[in-house]
C-alpha cells in the first residue's frame, strides 16, 4: 500500500473544471471524501465513485481529499485527481512495528 | 484522419471546458496544446488532463494531435504521458534539425503500446535554421507527414517586423512549400493572429492557398469554418476534376493514349491536381452551411 | 388532475383557488366578457401631483390586503417597488398582494417585507436573483403565480387580475399624468408592461423624477387613466436599466450555435421577404440574428418586422432596412430607446397587443420565427425556464411561452451540456413552455426537430444540417456527462406555473429546507 507524502492541489475554479485537493491521513483512518459541486443532487455520487478510483489505483488507502467541483466532466476528475496525487508525491507504507 | 488537413485547430491544454468542446467546431485536426498554452507550473497537471481527454472526449471528425514541448523543456515527459493513449499525430515545437525529430521518432518508438498505429510528426517550423534544414526534416523519418510554419518567432528571429499582409514571411512560405513539396509531405501555414478581423484571415488564407498550402493552423474555433471555406475546391474546380477523370477513365477502357479535356493535354500533374481537388471536395458537407 | 403536458396538478391550491389544468396551446376558450375598469372623473382645476408616496396612500387609501401593480422596464436599475414597499412598511400596511411584470435582483428587500408580513402574495413573470431563492425555499406561505407576458396582460383585462393600485415608473411625466419612456434621467423606451395595469387598475400612481410641462408628447401612458403624480428623487439606476445582455457572445460555443440556428431559419423556407422575427436579448440569440441578417442581406431579403427585448443591434437591422419595422415592448440599451423616440418605424405596442392570447390578435401570431433559450428541455420538447435543476426559481417564462405558441417556427438554442448537467432529459423538473409550441432546439452537437414537423426535419436535412434524433441527441450528452440522478422534490407547492391562457401547467415544490 502507498502512503502520500504531503497535501497538494491541482485543477482551477473555472467552469467545466474542478479543483481537487489532498492530504496524508494517519494510517488506518481510511478515505476521507468532501464534495462542494453545483450538481451535487445529480453527480454526487459519481463523482465520489470516480476519485475514489483514482486513490485506489494508487494504492493509497489513508487519505483526506477534497473535490471543489465546477461541473467537471469525469475525465477532468480523473486528470485532476491523478495530479494531486503525483504532486503529493507517493511512499511506500511503513507497515507498523509488530 | 490525417489526410486531409485544412484545419488545424489548437486548443489549451489545461482547459477542460475547451477541451471538451474542441470537437465541435468541425476542424480536420485539434491540437491539444502541452506548449505555449500551459503555464510552466502547470504542465504536470496539462499531461494529465490531455491524457485522460485523449481517453474520453470525443473529438468527433478532428484528428487527434498534441502540440509537446520540446524535449529539453519537458517534451520527453509529454510523450510519456500521452503516447499510450492513441494520438494521431504530435506536432513537434522549434525543430531545427532532422536530429530533433529522430529523437522524437526514437522515443515515439519506445513508448508506443504493442498493436498501436504509429503516432506521426508534423515539426513545426519556426526558426530561420529549421527553414533552412525544412527537406531535410521532412525526409529523415517516414513518421514525418507535415511540416507546419510559425510565423511569429521566426519573424522576432530574422528582425523583421510582423505584419497582416505578411511581406516579411512570403519566401519563408514558398520555401517551407517547396520543402514539404519536395519531400511529399503536407504543409500548414502559420496562424492568422488577429481573431477579431475576419477579412484580413479570408485575405490570409486565400494567399497561403495561392502559394500552393493546403492548411492553416487555427488559434480559435471561429477560424475554421472560413479556413475550410476559402481552402474547399469550388463547384466549377469540382466538376472539373469530376470530368478530368471521367475522360481519364474512359481513355484507360478504350486503351488510348494522350487523352485531352476542352482541347487541353491531361497530363500528370493535371491528373494529380484533379484528383486532390476531388479528395478535399469528400470533407464539404452535404449543401454545406451558408456563408 | 394531470395538465396536458403530464403533470399532475391539484384540483385546489391553497393560496391561489380552483385550478383548471394546461388542455393544450389553444384548447381552453376566452371568457366571454372583458373586465370592466373602474370610471374615472377629475374636475377643472385638480391638481394630481401630490409630495409624497405617503400621501397617495392617504389619498387612496391603499389599505390591508390590497394588490399594488408594478412593471419591469427598469429591470434591475428599478428603484420604484422598493421606495413603495418602504412606504408600505412604514405606514403599517399588510398582507399587500404585489403584482410585478419581473422581479430582479435589486428586489431583494421584497424578501424582508414577506418576513414582516407586509407583503403576503406575489404575482409575476420572471424572477431573476435571491427573491427567487427565498421563495423556492419556502419564504412566502401562498404560491407566487408565474405568468407570461401574455398571460398577465389576459388575467388583468379578464378582470381575473384585479389590480387595487398600479404603481407606474415613469421616466418622464407632466402634472396631469401623461407618462413617457423616451425621456428623463431613467429613460427606458417602451412602456407596454405597464399599459394593461394603467388600464384597468382602480387607482393609478405615476412615480417620476423628471417632471415636464404639460403637455408631454408623445404620450405612452395617458393622462385619462392615471390619478395622481408623485415626484420622488430619483425612481430608477440607468446603469441598471440598460444593463441587459446586449452583446453578442464571444463563447465560441455559443457563436457555433448561433451559426446552426441561423442555418436553421435559412433552410426552413421561412426567410423570404416579409419575414418576421423575435429574439431574446441574449449574447447567443443577439448573435444569431447577426448570422440571419448577413444571410439576409446576401440573399438581398427585407423583413417585416423584429420584435422582442429590442437592442442597438435590433436597431441596426432596422436602419439598413433589414427589417420594415420594429415593434417594442421592453428596451434593453440607450440605442433602442433613442430609435424610439426618434424613428417612426419603431412602434411602442402594450403587452396585450404584444402577447396576450384573448383578443382579435396579438403580434406573436405574426411571427415567422423566435429564437428562444431553455435550462432544460425534455424529450417531448417541453421546456423548463422557470427553475434551476436545483429546484430553485430562477426565471420565468416572460414572453416565452407566448412567442413559441405564437411563431410558425420556434427555435430553442443551448448548449447540450450546462456544466456538467445535459439539458436534454426525459422529463423537465418544471413545464415552462409545451413542447406542441417548440419545434426545433439547435445544440453544438446537433440540430433535433419535433416530431411533428416531420417536413422541417426534411428540410433541415436537405440542407445538410446535423438533424440528429433527439433521443440521440441525448444518449450523446449522457455518454459525455454521465446519467445524471433525478433530485425529486416532493414539499409543498411555492409555485404555480400558469399559462398564457390561464390555465395551470406546472407547479413548483419547495426546494430544500
Redesign the interface.
Known amino acids: 500500500m502507498a502512503i502520500l507524502t504531503k497535501a497538494a492541489q491541482?485543477?482551477?475554479l473555472?467552469?467545466?473544471?474542478a479543483v481537487v485537493t489532498v492530504a496524508p491521513a494517519s494510517p488506518g483512518s481510511g478515505i476521507a471524501i468532501d464534495i462542494e459541486s453545483l450538481v451535487l443532487l445529480q453527480y454526487g455520487e459519481s463523482i465520489r465513485q470516480t476519485v475514489l478510483a483514482v486513490l485506489q489505483q494508487y494504492g493509497l488507502s489513508d487519505v483526506q481529499l477534497k473535490v471543489v467541483d465546477r461541473g467537471?466532466?469525469?475525465?477532468?476528475l480523473?486528470?485532476?485527481t491523478?495530479?494531486a496525487v503525483?504532486?503529493a508525491g507517493l511512499a511506500e507504507e511503513v507497515t507498523g512495528h509488530a | 484522419m490525417l489526410e486531409v488537413l485544412r484545419s488545424m485547430l489548437f486548443v489549451p491544454g489545461?482547459?477542460?471546458?475547451m477541451?471538451?468542446?474542441a470537437g465541435?467546431?468541425g476542424a480536420d485536426a485539434v491540437i491539444l496544446d502541452l506548449e505555449d498554452a500551459v503555464a510552466p507550473r502547470e504542465k504536470?497537471?496539462a499531461r494529465?488532463?490531455v491524457?485522460?481527454?485523449l481517453?474520453?472526449?470525443?473529438f468527433k471528425t478532428s484528428a487527434r494531435v498534441v502540440r509537446i514541448n520540446t524535449l529539453d523543456t519537458g517534451g520527453a515527459e509529454d510523450l510519456r504521458r500521452v503516447v499510450s493513449c492513441a494520438p494521431a499525430a504530435v506536432l513537434v515545437p522549434k525543430v531545427q534539425s532532422a536530429s530533433d525529430i529522430l529523437a522524437v521518432a526514437g522515443l515515439l518508438e519506445t513508448l508506443e503500446q504493442p498493436g498501436q498505429a504509429p503516432v506521426q510528426i508534423i515539426a513545426l517550423i519556426e526558426t530561420p535554421r529549421g527553414l533552412a534544414e525544412a527537406y531535410s526534416i521532412a525526409t529523415v523519418h517516414p513518421r514525418v507527414i507535415a511540416l507546419a510554419f510559425g510565423a511569429e518567432d521566426y519573424t522576432a528571429a530574422i528582425g523583421a517586423k510582423r505584419t497582416k499582409e505578411g511581406l516579411e514571411i512570403i519566401s519563408a512560405r514558398g520555401v517551407l512549400i517547396n520543402s514539404a513539396a519536395a519531400a511529399g509531405v503536407a504543409a500548414i501555414d502559420t496562424p492568422f493572429t488577429d481573431i477579431n478581423d475576419e477579412a484580413g484571415l479570408r485575405a490570409d488564407v486565400a494567399l497561403a492557398r495561392q502559394l500552393g498550402y493546403k492548411g492553416k493552423l487555427a488559434i480559435?474555433?471561429?477560424q475554421v469554418?472560413l479556413i475550410h471555406e476559402v481552402m474547399n475546391p469550388s463547384v466549377e474546380e469540382i466538376r472539373w476534376a469530376q470530368r478530368v477523370l471521367a475522360v481519364l477513365r474512359q481513355a484507360e477502357q478504350e486503351g488510348a493514349g494522350a487523352v485531352s479535356l476542352d482541347g487541353k493535354m491531361i497530363d500528370a500533374p493535371i491528373e494529380l491536381r484533379a484528383r486532390h481537388v476531388l479528395k478535399l471536395a469528400e470533407n464539404i458537407?452535404?449543401?454545406?452551411?451558408?456563408? | 388532475m394531470k395538465s396536458a403536458v403530464g403533470r399532475e396538478v391539484p384540483a385546489t391550491v391553497v393560496g391561489y383557488g380552483p385550478v383548471t389544468a394546461y388542455a393544450g396551446a389553444f384548447q381552453t376558450p376566452q371568457p366571454e366578457r372583458r373586465y370592466a375598469p373602474m370610471m374615472k372623473q377629475a374636475r377643472p382645476g385638480d391638481d394630481k401631483v401630490l409630495g409624497s408616496l405617503a400621501e397617495a396612500f392617504r389619498r387612496i387609501p391603499v389599505k390591508d390586503g390590497m394588490t399594488l401593480s408594478f412593471h419591469h422596464h427598469f429591470r434591475n436599475g428599478d428603484g420604484v417597488l422598493n421606495l413603495v414597499l418602504a412606504v408600505a412598511a412604514s405606514l403599517g400596511r399588510k398582507n399587500l398582494n404585489i403584482m410585478i411584470s419581473s422581479i430582479f435582483p435589486v428586489h431583494a428587500p421584497l424578501i424582508d417585507h414577506i418576513k414582516s408580513g407586509v407583503v403576503s402574495g406575489l404575482d409575476t413573470n420572471y424572477i431573476s436573483g435571491p427573491v427567487g431563492r427565498a421563495l423556492s425555499l419556502g419564504v412566502l406561505a401562498n404560491p407566487v403565480i408565474m405568468r407570461t407576458h401574455g398571460g398577465r396582460a389576459r388575467a388583468i383585462e379578464a378582470g381575473q387580475a384585479r389590480v387595487d393600485v398600479a404603481f407606474i415608473a415613469a421616466p418622464a411625466c407632466d402634472r396631469y399624468g401623461n407618462v413617457t419612456g423616451t425621456m428623463g434621467p431613467a429613460a427606458c423606451g417602451s412602456l407596454g408592461y405597464a399599459m394593461p395595469d394603467a388600464e384597468y387598475a382602480d387607482h393609478v400612481v405615476a412615480v417620476t423624477d423628471y417632471l415636464i410641462d404639460y403637455p408631454l408628447a408623445p404620450v405612452s401612458i395617458p393622462q385619462t387613466r392615471v390619478d395622481y403624480v408623485v415626484k420622488v428623487e430619483k425612481i430608477g439606476d440607468p446603469k441598471g436599466i440598460v444593463s441587459g445582455t446586449t452583446t453578442i457572445t464571444k463563447d465560441?460555443?455559443g457563436?457555433?450555435i448561433a451559426?446552426s440556428a441561423?442555418?436553421v431559419i435559412?433552410?426552413s423556407g421561412l426567410l423570404k421577404e416579409g419575414f418576421s422575427f423575435q429574439t431574446g436579448a441574449g449574447g447567443a440569440s443577439l448573435a444569431a440574428a447577426d448570422?440571419m441578417a448577413?444571410?439576409m442581406e446576401?440573399r438581398g431579403i427585407s423583413g417585416s418586422f423584429a420584435m422582442g427585448g429590442i437592442t442597438g443591434y435590433l436597431v441596426n437591422m432596422l436602419d439598413r432596412g433589414l427589417f420594415k419595422r420594429i415593434i417594442d415592448v421592453q428596451d434593453f440599451d440607450l440605442e433602442a430607446v433613442k430609435s424610439l423616440a426618434t424613428n417612426p418605424n419603431h412602434l411602442e405596442v402594450s403587452a396585450g397587443y404584444y402577447a396576450n392570447p384573448f383578443n382579435a390578435g396579438c403580434v406573436v401570431n405574426m411571427l415567422d420565427t423566435v429564437i428562444l433559450g431553455a435550462t432544460e428541455i425534455d424529450t417531448d420538447f417541453n421546456v423548463n425556464v422557470t427553475t434551476g435543476s436545483d429546484g430553485i426559481i430562477m426565471g420565468g417564462s416572460g414572453g416565452h411561452s407566448d412567442a413559441a405558441a405564437g411563431a410558425k417556427m420556434t427555435i430553442i438554442v443551448a448548449n447540450l451540456l450546462r456544466g456538467r448537467l445535459p439539458i436534454l432529459l426525459d422529463k423537465v423538473l418544471t413545464v415552462t413552455t409545451p413542447g406542441e409550441t417548440v419545434d426545433v432546439l439547435v445544440t453544438?452537437?446537433g440540430v433535433a426537430v419535433n416530431p411533428r414537423r416531420n417536413e422541417l426535419a426534411l428540410r433541415l436535412r436537405?440542407?445538410?444540417?446535423p438533424v440528429r434524433d433527439v433521443q440521440e441527441l441525448k444518449a450523446l450528452a449522457e455518454?459525455?456527462a454521465g446519467v445524471p440522478r433525478t433530485p425529486v422534490f416532493d414539499g409543498r407547492i411555492v409555485g404555480v406555473v400558469e399559462y398564457r391562457d390561464g390555465t395551470l401547467i406546472d407547479v413548483v415544490r419547495q426546494a430544500g429546507g
Open positions: 491541482a485543477g482551477t473555472e467552469s467545466g473544471d467537471a466532466l469525469e475525465y477532468a480523473i486528470a485532476r491523478k495530479a503525483e504532486r | 489545461n482547459n477542460p471546458a477541451l471538451q468542446n465541435v467546431f504536470d497537471a494529465f488532463l491524457a485522460e481527454a481517453r474520453q472526449v470525443d480559435h474555433p471561429r469554418d458537407p452535404a449543401g454545406g452551411a451558408e456563408q | 465560441p460555443v457563436l457555433k451559426q441561423a442555418n435559412a433552410a448570422y448577413r444571410i446576401k453544438e452537437h436537405e440542407a445538410g444540417l455518454k459525455m
